[in-house]
């Protein structure tokens, strides 16, 4: 089965991830990212504090896609991607850019804490009873809308983390590039032949 890298390439307009969204069934589809059926990354939510504690993103997770164009294939996440998505997000100020669903933009919810685990053993994950691998992005979510907390997080409507952003193929940016370097090629070459005779 064909497994295909998503990276980012920043000589596009904005890439990475623009939002999270809250939804029931988080998975990952092709290379606009949405996290919303065959890839689970549930969070665990803390009345008290109204805070919601999840993955956002586990690197090298071989996560199972099948469309139309490609058949069946899986797309994963290099550590080094996880990192620089975290950080575009952060550093944007997007930490409030929420929806639901991945349909509706929702007011109220804020990204509070932000993390890149380093150490399995010592991670605050797992005060959270999480066990994920180092490289993983992890999200403290801070409910403040009470409509949100109460009928879809209270009520287990919405149980995970989903990333809407924007990611390359590195196979096709590869090939972009041979045939970039090709055509450049050529072009020499077809200037060299014209410089000789």
Known sequence: MKIIE?????????????????????????D??????????????????????GAA??????????????????????????????????SRGYNRSFTQDHESKVEGVAVVESWIVEDTEMDKSKLYGFDVPKGTWM???????????????KTGEVRGFSIEGYFSNRHQLKAIEN???????DEIEEAIKNHTK
Do not use: C
Not at 11 to 30: F, K, M, R, T, W
Not at 36 to 53: A, I, N, P, S
């Open 6 to 30: 998503l990276i980012i390439d920043e000589s596009l307009d904005n890439p990475g991830i623009d939002a999270i969204s809250l939804v029931d069934e988080p998975a990952i589809e092709s």
């Open 32 to 53: 606009f990212v949405a996290l919303k059926q065959q890839h689970r990354m549930e969070f665990k939510r803390t009345d008290e504090q109204r805070l919601l504690v």
């Open 139 to 153: 999200v403290a979510a801070k409910v403040y809308n009470d409509k949100i907390w109460s009928e879809f997080v």
């Open 179 to 185: 045939a970039s370097q090709l055509s450049m090629l």
């Open 57 to 90: 993103l586990i690197p090298d997770k071989m996560i199972y896609r099948h469309d139309a164009d490609r058949g069946e294939y899986h797309i994963y996440f290099s550590k080094k991607t996880v990192k620089q998505a975290m950080q575009l997000y952060m």
